[in-house]
């Protein structure tokens, strides 16, 4: 199949199909942008999870190194959230804080898979929407006596290229949203395991001691 014969495709589909290709490039970008970020995010969870077990107080030089690098991810910025925290509150009054710390954090886990969304559930639409521009031009050919039968056939088979892409943007982004949804899901588990993890290292009879406190 040639360049003129996709172009022509793309005309009968009554242009459904450029409309469809720009979708595909949008699911592509969120999939790649946001696949990047949550799987550095997941594994820097995975990394200061394993340092607190090792160094509950974080105060080694790893371990202070480990926080600063990943200093900017939801995981470190509630690690930091507790180094806030004045050493004569209450452990409610600290999970209070670290609640709220981590509830600012979960909104921009998901940023931009409502756009993959959209994508999924538009693009099937729109190529059943090119598929019957598509019909209407195939059948538009029955005036030809003598070739109409041959064109309408032709033109059946190209509309239904429309319906086809369309399914298979939604099918893409499918397995992919659920796979970026699962990583969320896995980040927000991980937030909460390091609150409990931090808020269990507090004991009321030595709490100036164990509280966590990050130079």
């Known amino acids: 199949m040639n360049i003129d014969k996709i172009i022509e495709i793309c005309n009968g589909s009554g242009g459904t199909l450029y409309l469809m290709a720009v979708l595909l490039l949008i699911a592509l970008t969120v999939i790649i942008e946001r696949s990047r970020y949550l799987l550095n995010m997941q594994q820097a969870g995975e990394d200061l999870m394993r340092a607190l077990r090792a160094d509950p107080?974080?105060?080694?030089?790893?371990?202070?190194?480990?926080?600063?690098?990943?200093?900017?991810?939801?995981?470190?910025?509630?690690?930091?959230?507790?180094?806030?925290?004045?050493?004569?509150?209450?452990?409610?009054?600290?999970?209070?804080?670290?609640?709220?710390?981590?509830?600012?954090?979960?909104?921009?886990?998901?940023?931009?898979?409502?756009?993959?969304?959209?994508?999924?559930?538009?693009?099937?639409?729109?190529?059943?929407?090119?598929?019957?521009?598509?019909?209407?031009?195939?059948?538009s050919v029955l005036d030809d006596v003598q070739n109409g039968a041959t064109q309408v056939t032709g033109g059946i088979a190209e509309a239904l290229v429309a319906t086809a892409c369309g399914l298979f943007i939604a099918m893409l982004?499918?397995?992919?949203?659920?796979?970026?949804?699962?990583?969320?899901?896995l980040i927000v588990h991980q937030l909460e395991t390091i609150k409990l993890m931090l808020l269990n290292r507090l004991a009321p009879q030595d709490a100036a001691d164990t509280r966590l406190k990050i130079a």
């Open 57 to 139: 107080a974080l105060g080694g030089t790893a371990s202070r190194a480990l926080l600063e690098r990943h200093a900017g991810q939801p995981q470190g910025r509630l690690i930091q959230a507790m180094d806030k925290e004045d050493l004569q509150a209450d452990r409610d009054e600290v999970a209070g804080h670290l609640e709220e710390a981590l509830m600012v954090e979960v909104p921009l886990l998901d940023r931009s898979l409502w756009v993959l969304d959209t994508v999924i559930t538009l693009a099937p639409l729109l190529g059943l929407f090119g598929t019957i521009v598509g019909m209407f031009h195939a059948f």
């Open 173 to 185: 982004g499918l397995i992919f949203f659920n796979w970026l949804t699962t990583r969320v899901r």
